[in-house]
């Protein structure tokens, strides 16, 4: 199995709501990530969790919020977001753990609207 | 910071040719990844490489790992057109951060 679960699959949201992207993995990977991807660009990093803590922090403004409850799960809590937020919120894992030779493999995604 | 360059930038090709991208870096890598995208989709992982001069197959797609570990290469034989997507170059260093290449646009004609 080496499937990462996103949901929802899409959102719309308004400037002054508040709203959650969430994340699932059962392969025992340690090292979750999310990234951000506008349209045929590549993604790029905004976290990095490693054994649920968080690692990276790309300089990603304070309206996006990221949580690790446990080593499966990864959440994105959204608040105030702007039109300019709007893109494909993408979720990774890898084994981490300083692992060299490891891949990453991606959720299909939450496709986020802001309006 | 580390950049990849991910070369072309798109394709337009007939049904059964041959395609060749590629992805050249001023910095070492230890692993190079190659993802496929389709449009509303996240990436899926098509091939992984670790060990410099490696060259690896998966069905009709032939990557190597560059043996300045600068590089790397990704070869579709006979094209199809589902082969159609967006194609990723990663690279990884030793400290976990993947790097993208800007992407090849593959568009094949039936």
């Known amino acids: 199995d080496t499937e990462v679960t996103q949901t929802p699959k899409h959102l719309v949201m308004g400037m002054t709501n508040k709203k959650s992207l969430k994340c699932e993995q059962h392969m025992g990977h340690r090292a979750m990530y999310w990234y951000k991807q506008k349209a045929k660009k590549p993604p790029e990093l905004m976290f990095v969790y490693s054994y649920e803590k968080l690692s990276i922090n790309e300089s990603v403004p304070s309206r996006f919020s990221p949580e690790c409850p446990n080593s499966s799960l990864l959440n994105l809590h959204l608040h105030a977001l702007q039109p300019e937020d709007s893109a494909l919120y993408l979720c990774?894992?890898?084994?981490?753990?300083?692992?060299?030779?490891?891949?990453?493999?991606f959720g299909q995604g939450t496709r986020l609207t802001v309006v | 910071g580390q950049q990849l360059n991910q070369s072309p930038q798109s394709m337009f090709i007939q049904e059964g040719e041959d395609v060749s991208m590629n992805c050249t870096s001023s910095?070492?890598?230890?692993?190079w990844l190659w993802y496929k995208q389709d449009p509303g989709e996240g990436p899926v992982l098509l091939i992984a490489l670790y060990k410099a001069g490696e060259l690896t197959s998966n069905g009709r797609l032939t990557a190597q790992f560059g043996i300045t570990r600068k590089d790397s290469f990704l070869n579709i034989s006979a094209s199809i057109p589902s082969d159609v997507g967006i194609y990723f170059c990663a690279g990884r260093t030793s400290y976990g951060k993947l790097t993208f290449g800007q992407g090849t646009i593959l568009t094949v004609h039936p």
């Open positions: 910095s070492i890598f230890n692993t």
């Open positions: 990774a894992s890898s084994q981490g753990g300083g692992q060299r030779n490891t891949e990453a493999f």
